[in-house]
């Protein structure tokens, strides 16, 4: 039989698959790593099950794991994620297998100003007005205080504006 | 433009990024189905370094015979899915290159999706493709169906589900009507086919909609897949054809 704490990931599984992906893969930009961190992530929560009592929701919850792992796993891959982004720095759309991932062209331009910014302010600007995270649930997630996520937001959504305004600039003079 | 406007374009733009990426639902399937044996595994190891720790006293040789009973036993207490060995529900043949599962007529028998909808639906333009899934857990064996929809508009309504493990509709049902709001999102109770079923339909700009029935034993999940330029779905298309499912089929 299986038991409860399987029950429940199942279930959240079934919920959050998409969310959780989507949100790790934005802040690693590799698809196949943001399926392995999903699957961690979701194997972690099975593990520390007992761990959540459920002060908060158990999405909150769920993104405060995946953010964990993906910082984690992030911090272990920085020397090869260096070189990486020195050679390509941003999500390159055209290289994502349309059968695994697809994105709408309305939102290229958004999601590639987005990958391209810090990930401090990246993880904010995702939680926040991506997600939809009250301020406290992002500060949770992040494990941090709530003024340091309205001045990071600050900070990054000046950020992505100044992004999005130096990318049409150049997709006007490239016309 | 002014600072605000400026700002709800940005907003609305980031927004929008949640419903325009997607993460394939055969992929996410291929993760969901790596993760269960990754518990399994960590059940199995966790039961052995409990008995282990109970059994150090005795000698070694006795606490390894202990080890393998228990996980032989494990493998047999997965509860069994809709199928058995006596009855062909599947049969395997290749397609594409492929060992595919295919449902025989019996195991037709047992699908709750219909297979004519697009006659009572004018949106759904033919019938269903149907995509069987089989897991081995343990020594059982558990067959999974997702029918896929296609529609005038070019987009898609995908079906799927998956075992109810309280083993009751009202627990699972939490799952869906959570006591706290859902960002973007209103969730209503409906009744489809004298099932309850939660329909959780976006209050933005952008998202779609989805509904999801809870019987004894499933949980269904219907939404609308693919690049849709239909932002919003359509609750009433999903609700009319939940009507078309039989019920009284499942086991």
């Given at each position: 039989m299986a038991d409860y704490r399987e029950e429940d990931i199942h279930e959240w599984y079934n919920l959050y698959h998409q969310t959780i992906f989507k949100f790790i893969f934005m802040l690693t930009k590799d698809y196949q790593q943001a399926e392995d961190l999903t699957q961690e992530t979701f194997f972690k929560a099975y593990k520390?099950?007992?761990?959540?009592?459920?002060?908060?929701s158990e999405k909150t919850w769920l993104f405060s794991v995946a953010h964990n792992v993906t910082v984690d796993h992030m911090r272990k891959q920085k020397p090869i994620r260096f070189f990486k982004e020195l050679f390509?720095?941003?999500?390159?759309?055209?290289?994502?297998p349309e059968n695994v991932v697809q994105l709408k062209e309305s939102s290229k331009e958004i999601h590639e100003a987005l990958s391209a910014l810090k990930h401090s302010h990246r993880e904010v600007i995702i939680l926040r007005?991506?997600?939809?995270?009250?301020i406290t649930e992002t500060a949770e997630i992040l494990n941090c205080s709530e003024s340091k996520v309205k001045s990071t937001l600050h900070r990054g959504m000046l950020a992505l504006e100044k992004r999005l305004i130096k990318e049409s600039g150049l997709n006007e003079h490239t016309k | 433009m002014n600072i605000q406007s400026e700002l709800d374009t940005y907003n609305r733009a980031l927004q929008k990024v949640e419903y325009d990426l997607e993460w394939s639902q055969e992929q996410a399937d291929l993760v969901w189905k790596k993760l269960e044996r990754q518990i399994y595994k960590e059940k199995v190891k966790s039961r052995a370094f409990k008995i282990f720790g109970y059994l150090s006293t005795i000698s070694i040789t006795f606490s390894l015979l202990f080890l393998l009973v228990i996980q032989l036993g494990n493998e047999d207490s997965f509860v069994s899915g809709m199928?058995?060995?006596?009855?062909?529900l599947y049969t395997m043949e290749v397609i594409d290159g492929k060992e595919t599962p295919v449902l025989t007529e019996k195991g037709m028998?047992?699908?709750?999706?219909?297979?004519?909808?697009h006659k009572e639906i004018n949106t759904i333009s033919g019938e269903p493709f149907l995509g069987v899934s089989v897991r081995k857990i343990g020594s059982k064996e558990q067959i999974f169906t997702q029918a896929i929809y296609p529609t005038s508009e070019g987009r898609f309504i995908s079906v799927h589900y998956s075992k109810n493990?309280?083993?009751?509709v009202e627990e699972m049902s939490r799952y869906f009507l959570p006591e706290y709001p859902l960002y973007g999102t209103k969730v209503t109770e409906i009744n489809v086919s004298g099932q309850r079923a939660f329909l959780h339909e976006p209050t933005t700009e952008y998202g779609t909609a989805a509904l999801y029935i809870v019987t004894k034993k499933y949980v269904y999940y219907m939404n609308n897949q693919g690049l849709?330029?239909?932002?919003?779905?359509?609750s009433g298309e999903l609700i009319e054809l939940a009507n078309l499912f039989n019920f009284e089929v499942e086991r």
């Open positions: 520390y099950h007992h761990t959540f009592k459920g002060d908060s390509q720095p941003q999500i390159d759309i055209k290289l994502l007005k991506i997600k939809g995270f009250s | 199928l058995s060995k006596e009855e062909k028998e047992y699908v709750v999706y219909p297979m004519d909808a493990e309280t083993g009751s849709i330029d239909k932002q919003q779905g359509d």
